[in-house]
């Protein structure tokens, strides 16, 4: 349980760490016209708790098990299972940075490809202990990532 937290962390402070030294938050709330992202800690400690169990069903409980259902229906062959499951974990860990696209746009183009590849990297991370360990660490990272990018760190 400890793990996946601690990775979360670090992913975590990071993100702060790039925005600290970047300012590119600013960018992206004036692009949406407010003057920061987010609002205060209460309401964030509970927005962000509960999203990540979201975020895990939709990107990995429902569309890697489901596809890898009808594979492994189709072809009965254990190597070729596991290298299903981690194109799925690929191209699922695409859909959130290809989501925030629009956003990214208004952050140079380095600082953009960088943060794209933090967020598939985050992804990609908890497609691996949800394979490995199941639902609840792969929820259990994005619950530290989020702790210390939208908790704590209030930009």
Known sequence: IL????IGFGIGALMVAIDLSSGYTRLIAARHGVSRQYTDFPSMFFVFTS?????EVVYRLFLIPFLLWIVSKVI???KVQRFVF???AIVTSLLE???M?????VVPGRLAILLALI??????????????????????VRMGFYFIWHVLYIH
Do not use: C, E, S
């Open 51 to 55: 999203a990540p169990i979201i975020v």
């Open 97 to 99: 940075p290809l989501g």
């Open 119 to 140: 967020y598939f990297g985050i992804n990609l991370t908890q497609a691996g202990f949800f394979r490995k360990h199941g639902f609840l660490a792969a929820i259990l």
């Open 3 to 6: 793990f996946p937290i601690l």
């Open 86 to 88: 981690w194109v799925l």
């Open 101 to 105: 696209y629009p956003d990214l746009q």
């Open 76 to 78: 009965q062959n254990d």
